[in-house]
């Protein structure tokens, strides 16, 4: 990623981002979210732009044996959502890498569900 692009999407960097993440997604909102987002456990899950990975930690907490898969394209983010993953003892479950939405490395149907927040 270029200079430029990192700097636009300087704005969403840290974890300070994810305070207003924790005050909308309150405990009795996840059913209703996972109700919208057909996701149930033991399912393959993607998650597009990713960033700190607020999303997939949440997927990964809430469903029993869904095994994520969380990319971004801004190496910095990836590092930031490695940390706190290794903090919540979540890496098993969630498989970070590189990639982008537009190109994504994958074969049709590899996964139950593909998702995305917040991506721009
Ligand atoms: C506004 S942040 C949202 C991050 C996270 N989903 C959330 O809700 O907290 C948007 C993220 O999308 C990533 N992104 C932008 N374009 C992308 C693309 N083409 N493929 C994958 N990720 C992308 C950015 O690097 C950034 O981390």
């Known amino acids: ?3 430029k ?3 636009r999407s ?3 960097k840290g974890e300070r ?3 207003g993440l924790r005050y909308a997604y309150r405990p009795e909102f ?3 979210l996972l109700e919208y987002l057909g996701a149930a456990p033991g399912m393959r899950i993607l998650e597009v732009g990713s ?3 607020f999303l997939s930690r949440l997927l990964a907490r809430s469903l029993p044996g869904a095994w994520l898969v969380a ?3 801004d190496r910095e983010m990836l590092r930031l959502a490695r940390r706190i993953q290794e903090r919540e003892g979540l890496v098993e479950r969630i498989l970070l890498g590189y990639g982008d939405t537009f190109e994504l490395p994958f074969a049709d149907n590899s996964f139950d569900v ?3 927040h917040r991506l721009l």
């Open 1 to 3: 990623m270029s200079d």
């Open 5 to 7: 692009q990192s700097a």
């Open 10 to 12: 300087g704005y969403f």
């Open 17 to 19: 981002q994810e305070l």
């Open 30 to 32: 996840v059913p209703l």
């Open 51 to 53: 960033g700190s990975g």
């Open 71 to 73: 990319l971004d394209t």
């Open 114 to 116: 593909v998702t995305s």
